[in-house]
């Protein structure tokens, strides 16, 4: 069974405990591994280091790990990688290490946040101390955001920070009647750590400063939350702790199986780079309606889409092929480095270029091609391509309308080939690095508080008035299924009558209307709360228009991508390492004679070469993986078809490498040449 790992100091303490086991438990449970929490009780480093060695020593499948700013630990992290054993940061990152990945809260972003919040509650001239932890690079990061975000109040002055790292009862006190004691007129105090916050609320509260000083922290548990409620507290910034940890394994899992975007291949090519999490906001007022609900479906139906994007775009990026994207008119509106390579043209003057400067088209050729945005129809023709330095070279040139939304055409999609040496065929996929983003949101949820018996809502927030266009002023005291669809309303009507009947929790897909007439896809989750004596339906309401806006654009992607692929004059087959086909585009499945599910799968050499031929052809193949291209770059051989026929193909092979630059499979561009 695979094991994976958390690595961390203070594993005993509540954020684990509270934020981090069940996520876990129910990690194992669903990927069938096992996982635990392993590290030091307190701050001790040798237990820290300990726990990474051992995990290395059992040759687990992953470790996540939370840094605390010891050096001693990057070279054991960096030994583990080099082993082959992916390590991602979580929380707490550790640049200077080799680890793949960061997963978590952009501190920088969440100080600057924290800094407008406090400046906002003084609302004047004040004093501010800062708390945390000096030298960890997350809570450095969050310092830097809150100076730089402070500045813009200079009538507030900044005290400290004070280094809590081994932050105590007594301590605490200390710190802050000293600073009481020198400045009276403190306004404000900035924990940027749980513990430090715990023990400061605590002292303020003995010192009987609760209304003078505002204050504000970062993460917590149950103490913080009643100390928030209590008027102690008057923020806390809540990191999504169970969020970055299962985004952090869905990175090490996909590293050791692969992940829907990349066909399932393992490796680093399945992890995109960095990722912020963002940070809930917890107030007084919303502490009890705030209930930040993680959902591993939605994450892992996000984590398959943004690599899905990824693995196309590196696709289209990296086709030998002169690929143009062009208005009705020919216009270009992109063109891939191919293109740039090829015509030896920048890309700021390509892009604002028509496709008539590029080739040798004649006027008949010409009215040909924008026909085809008109008519919705292809084109194929020879001509000649211009470089920059006016040379030129003859292309086969295909032309096909450019589909955008609802099928409707947005202009042309040219596909150029150089075709100087037909029976050697120079397309070959180029090594490029990946294209990396991260598709997750931090939006807050628009909340709905309505009245349980009545249906009448009674509060929402901002989220909410942008959501649905309209004035809080305007929202309160409007009966709640007329936020949706008019001619649904009996639905939603029946909806929440059975909600409140039942006491449970809701959640369903539905839509709203926007001030606008339009109408917008949202995911409710609510539930029934008992405040103040009254029933009250809390409801959250995710916007899912971005989500739909992402499968678009995947949608959009893919079909581009496979167009590019099926339209191409030549056969196109991607190979693992073993010879077994991984991709073949339309003019392949014509050759072979044989449907695409009929090849993805098989063996090369077994199944599509004659018998007489193998051992040599494999012969090249291992030339080629071991990177020889002298030996394997071009080569001819006969092929045999599904049907049992042989043709002659001329092959231009080409090896694809990772980014430690080991080979991972082979693209091969062929054409027939049988006489």
Same mark, same amino acid.
């Given at each position: 069974?695979?094991?994976?790992?958390?690595?961390?100091?203070?594993?005993?303490?509540?954020?684990?405990?509270?934020?981090?086991?069940?996520?876990?438990?129910?990690?194992?449970?669903?990927?069938?591994?096992?996982?635990?929490?392993?590290?030091?009780?307190?701050?001790?480093? =040798?237990?820290?280091?300990?726990?990474? /060695?051992? !995990?290395? #020593?059992?040759?687990?499948?992953?470790?996540?790990?939370?840094?605390?700013?010891?050096?001693?630990?990057?070279?054991?992290?960096?030994?583990?990688?080099?082993?082959?054993?992916?390590?991602?940061?979580?929380?707490?990152?550790?640049?200077? #290490?080799?680890?793949?990945?960061?997963?978590?809260?952009?501190?920088?972003?969440?100080?600057?946040?924290?800094?407008?919040?406090?400046?906002?509650?003084?609302?004047?001239?004040?004093?501010?101390?800062?708390?945390?932890?000096?030298?960890?690079?997350?809570?450095?990061?969050?310092?830097?955001?809150?100076?730089?975000?402070?500045?813009?109040?200079?009538?507030?002055?900044?005290?400290?920070?004070?280094?809590?790292?081994?932050?105590?009862?007594?301590?605490?006190?200390? *710190?802050?009647?000293?600073?009481?004691?020198?400045?009276? $007129?403190?306004?404000?105090?900035?924990?940027?750590?749980?513990?430090?916050?715990?023990?400061?609320?605590?002292?303020?509260?003995?010192?009987?400063?609760?209304?003078?000083?505002?204050?504000?922290?970062?993460?917590?548990?149950?103490? &913080?939350?009643?100390?928030?409620?209590?008027?102690?507290?008057?923020?806390?910034?809540?990191?999504? =702790?169970?969020?970055?940890?299962?985004?952090?394994?869905?990175?090490?899992?996909?590293?050791?199986?692969?992940?829907?975007?990349?066909?399932?291949?393992?490796?680093?090519?399945?992890?995109?780079? @960095?990722?912020?999490?963002?940070?809930?906001?917890?107030?007084?007022?919303?502490?009890?309606?705030?209930?930040?609900?993680?959902?591993?479906?939605? !994450?892992? &139906?996000?984590?398959?889409?943004?690599?899905?994007?990824?693995?196309?775009?590196?696709?289209?990026?990296?086709?030998?092929?002169?690929?143009?994207?062009? $208005?009705?008119?020919?216009?270009?509106?992109?063109?891939?480095?191919?293109?740039?390579?090829?015509?030896?043209?920048?890309?700021?003057?390509?892009?604002?270029? @028509?496709? #008539?400067?590029?080739?040798?088209?004649?006027?008949?050729?010409? /009215?040909?091609?924008?026909?085809?945005?008109?008519?919705?129809?292809?084109? @194929?023709?020879?001509?000649?391509?211009?470089?920059?330095?006016?040379?030129?070279?003859?292309?086969?040139?295909?032309?096909?309308?450019?589909?955008?939304?609802?099928?409707?055409? =947005?202009?042309?999609?040219?596909?150029?080939?150089?075709?100087?040496?037909?029976?050697?065929?120079?397309?070959?996929?180029?090594?490029?690095?990946?294209?990396? /983003?991260?598709?997750?949101?931090?939006?807050?949820?628009?909340?709905?508080?309505?009245?349980?018996?009545?249906?009448?809502?009674?509060?929402?927030?901002?989220?909410?008035?942008?959501?649905?266009?309209?004035?809080?002023?305007?929202?309160?005291?409007?009966?709640?299924?007329?936020?949706?669809?008019?001619?649904?309303?009996?639905?939603?009507?029946?909806?929440?009558?059975? &909600?409140?009947?039942?006491?449970?929790?809701?959640?369903?897909?539905?839509?709203?209307?926007?001030?606008?007439?339009?109408?917008?896809?949202?995911?409710?989750?609510?539930?029934?709360?008992?405040?103040?004596?009254?029933?009250?339906?809390?409801?959250?309401? *995710?916007?899912?228009?971005?989500?739909?806006?992402?499968?678009?654009?995947?949608?959009?992607?893919?079909?581009?991508?496979?167009?590019?692929?099926?339209?191409?004059?030549?056969?196109?087959?991607?190979?693992?390492?073993?010879?077994?086909?991984?991709?073949?585009?339309?003019?392949?499945?014509?050759?072979?004679?044989?449907?695409?599910?009929?090849?993805?799968?098989?063996?090369?050499?077994?199944?599509?070469?004659?018998?007489?031929? /193998?051992?040599?052809?494999?012969?090249?193949?291992?030339?080629?993986?071991?990177?020889?291209?002298? *030996?394997?770059?071009?080569?001819?051989?006969?092929?045999?078809?599904?049907?049992?026929?042989?043709?002659?193909?001329?092959?231009?092979?080409?090896?694809?490498?990772?980014?430690?630059?080991?080979?991972?499979?082979? *693209?091969?561009?062929?054409?027939?040449?049988?006489?």
């Amino acid at each position: 069974m695979e094991e994976y790992v958390l690595i961390s100091k203070l594993i005993n303490h509540p954020v684990f405990i509270e934020n981090s086991q069940f996520l876990l438990k129910r990690i194992a449970v669903e990927f069938t591994v096992k996982f635990s929490i392993e590290g030091a009780s307190d701050f001790s480093t =040798r237990d820290y280091v300990d726990a990474v /060695r051992n !995990a290395i #020593s059992r040759n687990v499948s992953g470790i996540m790990i939370t840094g605390w700013a010891d050096k001693e630990v990057i070279p054991i992290i960096n030994f583990a990688i080099k082993k082959e054993i992916p390590v991602v940061t979580v929380d707490c990152d550790i640049p200077e #290490s080799m680890r793949l990945a960061h997963v978590g809260t952009d501190w920088y972003r969440m100080g600057q946040a924290m800094a407008e919040m406090l400046a906002q509650m003084i609302n004047g001239p004040g004093k501010v101390l800062l708390m945390g932890f000096s030298g960890l690079d997350n809570m450095e990061k969050g310092f830097r955001g809150f100076l730089q975000r402070i500045m813009l109040y200079p009538d507030i002055q900044l005290l400290g920070p004070e280094n809590v790292f081994d932050i105590n009862a007594e301590k605490t006190e200390a *710190v802050l009647t000293k600073y009481l004691q020198l400045y009276p $007129d403190l306004s404000g105090i900035v924990s940027f750590d749980c513990n430090s916050g715990l023990w400061v609320a605590r002292t303020l509260k003995k010192l009987q400063k609760i209304k003078t000083v505002n204050f504000i922290c970062v993460d917590g548990d149950k103490e &913080h939350i009643d100390f928030l409620k209590s008027g102690i507290l008057d923020a806390i910034f809540m990191q999504k =702790r169970e969020y970055f940890n299962y985004l952090a394994f869905q990175l090490l899992y996909g590293y050791n199986h692969g992940s829907v975007g990349t066909g399932y291949k393992p490796g680093k090519i399945n992890i995109p780079g @960095n990722i912020d999490t963002g940070y809930t906001l917890l107030l007084k007022d919303t502490v009890d309606t705030l209930h930040p609900v993680f959902d591993v479906d939605e !994450a892992t &139906h996000r984590h398959h889409l943004s690599q899905k994007i990824m693995f196309f775009s590196q696709m289209l990026n990296n086709v030998r092929e002169i690929v143009l994207a062009t $208005d009705p008119k020919g216009n270009i509106i992109y063109a891939n480095p191919a293109a740039n390579f090829q015509l030896q043209y920048e890309r700021a003057f390509l892009e604002n270029a @028509n496709i #008539s400067e590029l080739f040798s088209f004649s006027e008949t050729d010409f /009215r040909l091609i924008l026909k085809c945005a008109n008519a919705e129809v292809c084109h @194929n023709l020879r001509t000649q391509a211009k470089r920059k330095d006016a040379s030129v070279f003859p292309v086969q040139v295909s032309i096909s309308p450019l589909l955008g939304s609802e099928s409707k055409v =947005r202009g042309l999609i040219l596909v150029a080939m150089d075709n100087t040496d037909e029976a050697s065929d120079r397309q070959k996929l180029m090594e490029s690095e990946l294209k990396f /983003r991260a598709l997750f949101d931090n939006a807050a949820s628009a909340i709905f508080i309505a009245d349980a018996e009545s249906g009448i809502i009674v509060e929402c927030n901002i989220t909410a008035e942008k959501l649905i266009g309209k004035s809080k002023k305007e929202i309160i005291g409007l009966h709640q299924t007329l936020i949706h669809p008019l001619e649904e309303k009996e639905r939603y009507k029946k909806l929440f009558a059975d &909600h409140v009947k039942n006491l449970d929790s809701c959640a369903l897909e539905a839509e709203v209307v926007h001030a606008s007439g339009s109408k917008i896809p949202v995911m409710i989750n609510s539930k029934i709360t008992l405040i103040g004596g009254k029933r009250l339906n809390i409801v959250y309401f *995710v916007d899912l228009r971005e989500k739909r806006s992402i499968e678009k654009l995947l949608s959009k992607e893919r079909d581009l991508a496979r167009h590019i692929l099926d339209i191409s004059q030549v056969i196109i087959l991607v190979l693992d390492l073993g010879g077994n086909i991984t991709l073949v585009n339309k003019k392949g499945c014509d050759v072979l004679e044989a449907e695409n599910r009929e090849i993805i799968g098989k063996n090369w050499f077994e199944n599509f070469l004659p018998a007489e031929n /193998r051992e040599k052809v494999k012969q090249v193949f291992s030339c080629l993986v071991k990177k020889q291209i002298a *030996v394997a770059e071009y080569y001819v051989n006969p092929i045999i078809t599904k049907n049992g026929k042989i043709k002659v193909i001329s092959w231009h092979n080409a090896f694809i490498e990772d980014a430690d630059g080991k080979t991972i499979s082979v *693209v091969t561009s062929g054409t027939e040449i049988t006489t």
